[in-house]
């Protein structure tokens, strides 16, 4: 071979290789940059569903309808190799939030880490609220609206069970595929071990029989309770009553009592009606929980504070506090003072509390109707 014709196919063989190089660094700059840059689908609420079966051509299918590119399915499949997901995606719903980058949601996709929603139940709810709130949490799998409370304990594995203040008030985080039915299982779970904890270190002496009346009466200090500094007095008014034979006395069982018949007012009617949650006729508590009380409440009712309270209402000063008194006597000086403030404008938040005297005038926003006399 001449040294001419050398010399051209060494030039072509250098030319080939700086041709590979480019091509070579182009291609490791392109997926580079594909790796770690923002999805084009990224956007806030975005977000898809690896579901069972899904293979991860599946996976691209989605990515495409979700805004991204099918020319870079490459790209896509060979940082999957790289990252471990292609063989091992994880079942659930991944986000496309803004920021998002391919390599953040093949990693999320290969270890599972799926978006977490979250359904508080609040205290002082009753059944009827928590299962209107279920009904309408997404995407929560509603196994539960056709069935009437007493075939939803059933299928909760309660059956007999009253619904009624069975579920803690907590923050319960689920998934896409989860049911409501899942999520009332762990909060009925919750209130058994919490109402566990409370009954066995209970104070001594308490005029309580069991874990269910333990409950109830928790269910009424929750409704009572406008300060958290005064749940543990306000159990203790209860626990005293009940040690003294009188009645409980206390509105909100009587709201619950009236349930979708209640339109915001308590009326003599209502005070003097026979029925099992009219605290101002029947002695002791009512047959079952009327609200759905938190950890807090528990603790109140098993370690009530000491003294001989019986009685309370409402400041009406803002504060959401109480007036406690010993005595009948104490406790009418205490709702005059309150009368005093709302004839003069003062008064702010209704008159609550336990029986107040037969004088008194409740504010129109008021649930206490006036009732009650001196044991």
Same mark, same amino acid.
Not at 61 to 84: I, T, V
Not at 305 to 324: H, K, M, T
């Given at each position: 071979?001449?040294?001419?014709?050398?010399?051209?196919?060494?030039?072509?063989?250098?030319?080939?290789?700086? #041709?590979?190089?480019?091509?070579?660094? +182009?291609?490791?700059?392109?997926?580079?940059?594909?790796?770690?840059?923002?999805?084009?689908?990224?956007?806030?609420?975005?977000?898809?569903?690896?579901?069972?079966?899904?293979?991860?051509?599946?996976?691209?299918?989605?990515?495409?309808?979700?805004?991204?590119?099918?020319?870079?399915? $490459?790209? +896509?499949?060979?940082?999957?190799?790289?990252?471990?997901?292609?063989?091992?995606?994880?079942?659930?719903?991944?986000?496309?939030?803004? &920021?998002?980058?391919?390599?953040?949601?093949?990693?999320?996709?290969?270890?599972?880490?799926?978006?977490?929603?979250?359904?508080?139940?609040?205290?002082?709810?009753?059944?009827?609220?928590?299962?209107?709130?279920?009904?309408?949490? $997404?995407?929560?799998?509603?196994?539960?609206?056709?069935?009437?409370?007493?075939?939803?304990?059933?299928?909760?594995?309660?059956?007999?069970?009253?619904?009624?203040?069975?579920?803690?008030?907590? *923050?319960?985080? @689920? *998934?896409?595929?989860?049911?409501?039915? %899942?999520?009332?299982?762990?909060?009925?779970?919750?209130?058994?071990?919490?109402?566990?904890?409370?009954?066995?270190?209970?104070?001594?002496?308490?005029? #309580?029989?069991?874990?269910?009346?333990?409950?109830?009466?928790?269910?009424?200090?929750?409704?009572?309770?406008?300060?958290?500094? %005064?749940?543990?007095?306000?159990?203790?008014?209860?626990? =005293?009553?009940?040690?003294?034979? $009188?009645? #409980?006395?206390? %509105?909100?069982?009587?709201?619950?009592?009236?349930?979708?018949?209640?339109?915001?007012?308590?009326?003599?009617?209502?005070?003097?009606?026979?029925?099992?949650?009219?605290?101002?006729?029947?002695?002791?508590?009512?047959?079952?929980?009327?609200?759905?009380?938190?950890?807090?409440?528990?603790?109140?009712?098993?370690?009530?504070?000491?003294? =001989? /309270?019986? @009685?309370? /209402?409402?400041?009406?000063?803002?504060?959401?506090?109480?007036?406690?008194?010993?005595?009948?006597?104490?406790?009418?000086?205490?709702?005059?003072?309150? #009368?005093?403030?709302?004839?003069?404008?003062?008064?702010? &938040?209704?008159?609550?509390?336990?029986?107040?005297?037969?004088?008194?005038?409740?504010?129109? *926003?008021?649930?206490?109707?006036?009732?009650?006399?001196?044991?």
């Amino acid at each position: 071979m001449s040294r001419k014709r050398k010399s051209r196919f060494g030039w072509i063989f250098v030319l080939s290789a700086l #041709l590979v190089g480019a091509a070579a660094y +182009w291609a490791f700059d392109r997926y580079a940059g594909f790796a770690d840059a923002p999805l084009a689908s990224a956007k806030t609420d975005a977000s898809i569903v690896v579901a069972r079966g899904d293979s991860f051509a599946s996976v691209l299918g989605k990515l495409h309808a979700a805004g991204e590119s099918p020319a870079r399915d $490459m790209e +896509w499949r060979l940082l999957a190799r790289q990252l471990g997901t292609a063989g091992h995606l994880q079942v659930g719903e991944y986000a496309l939030g803004p &920021g998002t980058t391919p390599r953040d949601l093949l990693v999320r996709m290969r270890d599972g880490k799926v978006i977490s929603r979250r359904f508080t139940i609040v205290e002082g709810w009753n059944i009827r609220q928590l299962r209107a709130a279920l009904a309408k949490a $997404m995407p929560l799998e509603h196994e539960t609206a056709a069935l009437d409370d007493a075939a939803l304990m059933a299928k909760l594995g309660f059956a007999g069970q009253h619904p009624e203040g069975r579920f803690l008030p907590e *923050t319960y985080l @689920y *998934t896409r595929g989860d049911s409501d039915l %899942d999520v009332l299982a762990r909060a009925h779970a919750a209130m058994q071990q919490a109402l566990d904890e409370a009954w066995k270190t209970r104070a001594p002496g308490l005029p #309580l029989k069991s874990q269910d009346e333990a409950l109830t009466l928790a269910s009424i200090v929750e409704k009572e309770t406008g300060v958290a500094e %005064d749940r543990a007095r306000i159990a203790g008014v209860f626990v =005293n009553r009940i040690a003294k034979g $009188m009645r #409980l006395e206390t %509105d909100p069982t009587v709201v619950y009592g009236l349930g979708t018949r209640y339109d915001g007012n308590i009326r003599k009617r209502d005070l003097q009606a026979d029925n099992p949650y009219n605290t101002y006729r029947i002695a002791g508590l009512p047959p079952t929980p009327i609200s759905m009380p938190g950890k807090a409440a528990l603790q109140a009712v098993t370690h009530p504070a000491p003294g =001989n /309270v019986v @009685y309370f /209402v409402s400041s009406g000063d803002g504060s959401g506090r109480s007036l406690f008194a010993a005595t009948y006597a104490e406790h009418q000086a205490n709702v005059r003072a309150y #009368l005093a403030r709302y004839r003069a404008g003062l008064a702010k &938040g209704p008159l609550t509390g336990t029986a107040t005297s037969d004088d008194a005038a409740p504010a129109p *926003t008021s649930t206490t109707t006036p009732a009650g006399s001196p044991p």
